[in-house]
């Protein structure tokens, strides 16, 4: 199951201060915001998304589950290079005593992340791997 993509992007730099409001060096609230916007303009509703300290975190409304986008730079030396990651990121999870496949409502977020950043024409070299190739 694909839980976490990766890709080149010089379109969402950093606010100004705010690689200093997570952790030194590390943002991702314009691709955020970025995200949350095109998710609404595909039909899925999102919540307020906020800051974690290791960057963004975009709650995706579900019903069986909840389901969320964390986002951010990552660490490069020409800091251009992104990560997403879908959270629950593994295919079964327990709910109240009994076990939920994960697996349809993840895909159908990573399938639509995948076409919102193909499409953008400043994002490069995307990729794709689960959980446990993390």
Known sequence: MRTHV????DAFPPYPGEDEQINPGIW?????EFLA???????VAT???YME????????????????I??????????NVFHCLINPSKPVM?????KVSTVDD??????????????????GELRWWSDDEA
């Open 53 to 68: 300290d290791w960057g963004w975190e975009i709650p995706v409304e579900n019903e069986a589950f909840p389901i969320f």
């Open 6 to 9: 990766q890709f080149t992007s």
């Open 28 to 32: 991702g609230k314009r691709l955020a």
């Open 47 to 49: 919540s307020e998304f």
């Open 70 to 79: 964390g986002c951010s730079n990552q660490l490069e030396p020409d800091g």
């Open 37 to 43: 916007s095109r998710l609404a303009e595909h039909g």
């Open 106 to 123: 993840v895909e159908r977020v990573a399938a639509l992340l995948d076409v919102i950043l193909g499409a953008h024409p400043g994002i």
């Open 94 to 98: 327990r709910r109240w005593f009994k």
